[in-house]
Every structure is written in structure tokens, then in C-alpha cells.
């Protein structure tokens, strides 16, 4: 039983990149290329990642408990369980405020709109930081250094995802500006689910 909330921890993650990827792929007003993954929450089918925004934020929520005895034993600080908790609610609050269509002028914003662009600015930039926490947190050298590259990698990504918002649309990173935000997102959940993956299999060699 006690093994359960990290099995949730492991897979919600990658059913998370699962489900947008397949939710992208296959909306013909939708491109992966060009839009935000939180525009899948627009238009009839928009339930479904909504849904999906809620069920990643609790399995992140439902990760941050797990983790926090295995700090406990190991004396670490509990920051990365605190952020980890942090991350799950954002994620859960984006799916309840959903976007505005990419095309709104930032001065037609709606409430809800303002509220996405915060919590999803927020989670962006706790990502590398749970990644370089972990990095000199957690014992193994491998995790380390993986939780330091998965790191750089989210910040890269986050750099290039600014410069794309500052140019036209036709520019070539605005117009793959979908693919940036994925490096990001796709990093970060993969390495949620490698930590996840260590504290259910050696939890004593964290």
C-alpha cells in the first residue's frame, strides 16, 4: 500500500505528456508546432486537458506526501517536497483557469486568462529549480547529474520561449513556439517520474 501513491506519482506525469501529445495530434484547429499546450483546454474538446491539468497536479500533490518521510529519513531539507506540492497545485489551478485563444491582445485578457499566464509563469520557473535542488539533494551521481542537465535544458527552453514571445508571428521561434514550451514540460515530467521511479524502487539510496 504504501507504495501506491509513488506507482500515482510515476505514471501521472507521463500520462500527462500522453494525453496532450494525443489531444494535439489529433485536433485539426490545434498545432503541437506552433501553440501552447494549454490551448488544448480551448474549443468542445478543451475538457480533456483540463482534466488532464487536474489529475498531473494531483499526482504531483500526491508525490510531494510520499517524498516527505523519505526526507525524513534521509535529513534533507524539505523544500523539494514543499515545491514539489507547489508545482501540483499551479499545474491543478491551470487547468481550472484556462487561457485565453493565443491570438488575444494582452489588453483583452480576461480574469481568467491573467490568472493561467501567473500560475503557468509560476510553475515554469519552479521546474529547473526542483531540478537543481534535487541535484544536490538526492545521493546518486547519476540522478545528480541528470537532475543538472534536466535543469539547464528547462532554462534553455524557457529563454528561447521568451525571444519567441518578443517576435512576430511569422518568425521562425514564434512559430515553434509549441515545440519549446514541450522541451520544457517534457523534460521536467520525465525527470518527476525517474525520482518518482528511485523513491518506490530504493527509497534508502536517495
Not at 507504495?3 to 485539426?28: D, E, K
Not at 503541437?32 to 488544448?40: D, E, I, T, Y
Not at 499551479?90 to 485565453?100: C, E, I, N, Q, R
Not at 521561434?173 to 525527470?191: D, E, K
Request: aromatic share 16%; proline share 6%; glycine share 6%.
Amino acid at each position: 500500500m504504501k507504495s501506491i501513491p509513488l506507482q500515482i506519482s510515476q505514471v501521472g506525469p507521463l500520462l500527462f505528456v500522453i494525453v496532450f501529445t494525443i489531444a494535439g495530434a489529433s485536433r485539426s484547429d490545434y498545432s503541437s508546432v506552433r501553440m501552447p499546450v494549454s490551448a488544448l483546454s480551448l474549443g468542445p474538446s478543451g475538457w480533456i486537458q483540463i482534466l488532464n491539468f487536474l489529475a498531473v497536479g494531483i499526482s504531483f500533490i500526491i508525490f510531494s506526501f510520499a517524498l516527505l518521510p523519505i526526507a525524513k529519513y534521509h535529513n534533507w531539507s524539505r523544500i523539494l517536497p514543499i515545491l514539489l506540492f507547489l508545482v501540483g497545485c499551479l499545474l491543478a489551478f491551470s487547468g481550472l483557469f484556462t487561457m485565453d485563444p493565443p491570438d488575444t491582445p494582452r489588453t483583452s485578457w480576461t480574469f481568467h486568462g491573467w490568472m493561467h499566464q501567473l500560475l503557468g509563469a509560476t510553475v515554469f520557473l519552479l521546474f529547473p529549480v526542483c531540478c537543481f535542488l534535487s541535484s544536490w539533494t538526492i545521493r546518486p551521481a547519476r540522478f545528480r547529474l541528470w537532475s543538472f542537465i534536466v535543469g539547464w535544458v528547462i532554462v534553455v527552453s524557457i529563454f528561447m520561449m521568451k525571444l519567441a514571445q518578443m517576435q512576430q508571428p511569422d518568425e521562425f521561434l514564434s512559430s515553434h513556439f509549441g515545440i519549446l514550451q514541450r522541451a520544457a514540460i517534457v523534460s521536467y515530467m520525465f525527470w518527476a517520474t525517474t525520482l518518482a521511479f528511485m523513491a518506490r524502487q530504493s527509497p534508502k539510496k536517495l
